[in-house]
Nanobody, 127 residues
Framework: QVQLVESGGGLVQAGGSLILSCAAS????????MGWFRQAPGKEREFVAS????????YYADSVKGRFTISRDNAKNTVYLQMSSLKPEDTAVYYC????????????????????WGQGTQVTVSS
């Protein structure tokens, strides 16, 4: 089973930027769609972005479209989430996720078809 480890979270002022990373173990990383989710205090976990196995297709939640960019480096078994123009409402624990099946489309993971989760990394945006 693939293990996922997020990093890069922290405290940032509104309008600032952060880059999250998610390192995956296992040799089949390049065959899976990957995604980022977040969970704010008192709220349910929500989809943020997904990227196809090749990196050629991406999908974003409306709340982050135009501000966040998901990317991946299959040679490094790593997926990234570049966050800019951050808002206080972006404050949450951010989780990396891998699709449950190989070569899945970018929408299935958004619908909750998750193979495994990372442990999460805290992002706090101050006003």
């Amino acid at each position: 089973q693939v293990q996922l480890v997020e990093s890069g979270g922290g405290l940032v002022q509104a309008g600032g930027s952060l880059i999250l990373s998610c390192a995956a173990s296992g040799r089949t990383f390049s065959t899976y769609t990957m995604g980022w989710f977040r969970q704010a205090p008192g709220k349910e976990r929500e989809f943020v972005a997904s990227i196809s196995s090749t990196g050629g297709s991406t999908y974003y939640a409306d709340s982050v479209k135009g501000r966040f960019t998901i990317s991946r480096d299959n040679a490094k078994n790593t997926v990234y989430l570049q966050m800019s123009s951050l808002k206080p409402e972006d404050t949450a624990v951010y989780y990396c996720a891998i699709d449950a099946t190989m070569f899945g489309n970018i929408y299935n993971i958004a619908r909750g078809r998750i193979g495994s989760w990372g442990q999460g990394t805290q992002v706090t945006v101050s006003s």
